[in-house]
T-cell receptor, first 111, second 116 residues
């Protein structure tokens, strides 16, 4: 069955450092992969989408890579800020339209 | 960006009663809406896909007679939790996508259901 793995342990980093979150998937070949941010008690907010034919995508301080051979996506936040503290969810998906999410990684940026 | 509004944000009900949650796309037409459930410290679990004017498609293990979904217009989908029990207490979140099969989802703020 399809499986999405994100590091369930919280990631604690110092303000100004780069945070790197990992998303691994098995047993399927997604056409694209999305990353979302979720704050406690709120709905997720879309951050970035990367397609299978794209290796890397950037948006301001965010960078996402997509390695279809390794079946892995890396999500980077450079110059991290305390306001970046949240849970980050990845969703590798096909063309059915529905999104299945990983369990998320909680990032804590300390000042 | 597109806005999805969900109501109510919090609801407390007695066991055995039914609760309706509304999800509206405020500034775009949503041909497809998705309903998720999230338990504390867990990820979002997709419950069903709701298509305007047709029956919802439920994920495996989700009881369609318990979680009634109606998508009567391009801007409104409703989820009714029928005969709610304490184990149905959870955070229910809807999301919507506009035209096209892929792309980002716009999420509502979620509805926290507590069944006593």
């Amino acid at each position: 069955s399809q499986k999405i793995e994100q590091n369930s342990e919280a990631l604690n980093i110092q303000e100004g450092k780069t945070a790197t979150l990992t998303c691994n998937y098995t047993n399927y070949s997604p056409a694209y992969l999305q990353w979302y941010r979720q704050d406690p008690g709120r709905g997720p907010v879309f951050l970035l989408l990367i397609r299978e034919n794209e290796k890397e995508k950037r948006k301001e301080r965010l960078k996402v890579t997509f390695d279809t051979t390794l079946k892995q996506s890396l999500f980077h936040i450079t110059a991290s800020q305390p306001a970046d503290s949240a849970t980050y969810l990845c969703a590798p998906s096909g063309n059915t339209g529905k999104l299945i999410f990983g369990q998320g990684t909680t990032l804590q940026v300390k000042p | 960006g597109a806005v999805v509004s969900q109501h109510p944000s919090r609801v407390i009900c007695k066991s055995g009663t039914s609760v309706k949650i509304e999800c509206r796309s405020l500034d775009f037409q949503a041909t497809t809406m998705f309903w998720y459930r999230q338990f504390p410290k867990q990820s979002l679990m997709l419950m069903a896909t709701s298509n305007e004017g047709s029956k919802a498609t439920y994920e495996q293990g989700v009881e369609k007679d318990k979680f009634l979904i109606n998508h009567a217009s391009l801007t409104l989908s409703t989820l009714t939790v029928t005969s709610a029990h304490p184990e149905d207490s959870s955070f229910y979140i809807c999301s919507a996508r506009g035209q096209g099969a892929v792309g980002e989802l716009f999420f509502g703020e979620g509805s926290r259901l507590t069944v006593l």
